[in-house]
Nanobody, 116 residues
Framework: QVQLVESGGGLVQPGGSLRLSCAAS????????MGWYRQAPDKQRELVAT????????ADSVKGRFTISRDNANAKNTVYLQMNSLKPEDTAVYYC?????????WGKGTLVAVSP
């Protein structure tokens, strides 16, 4: 089993920045990909960004504004999402995801609200 704990969400004004963190624990050996998804009210969960080794994938809506990174040093397995130039349409619950072999694990989510 893999446990994922997100942090860093909150309320920010348009144009502001936030940095989300997700720490993985448990059976972290074998985790290949990690990523962030989000779900806005009355919408389906959507991909924000993923990182697999050195390869990153971003949703078109966040390219150039968000940056995903991962820290595997010293037995840590943490993924970050630096979010700049935030827009009201970025408001959502952000979920961390980890893929270990053929199983996906999810965090409980952290709320990001972008409002004046």
């Amino acid at each position: 089993q893999v446990q994922l704990v997100e942090s860093g969400g909150g309320l920010v004004q348009p144009g502001g920045s936030l940095r989300l963190s997700c720490a993985a624990s448990g059976s972290i050996f074998g985790i290949s990909a990690m990523g962030w998804y989000r779900q806005a009210p009355d919408k389906q969960r959507e991909l924000v960004a993923t990182i697999t080794g050195g390869t990153t994938i971003y949703a078109d809506s966040v390219k150039g504004r968000f940056t995903i990174s991962r820290d595997n040093a010293n037995a840590k397995n943490t993924v970050y999402l630096q979010m700049n130039s935030l827009k009201p349409e970025d408001t959502a619950v952000y979920y961390c995801n980890a893929r270990r072999y053929i199983t996906d694990y999810w965090g409980k989510g952290t709320l990001v609200a972008v409002s004046p």
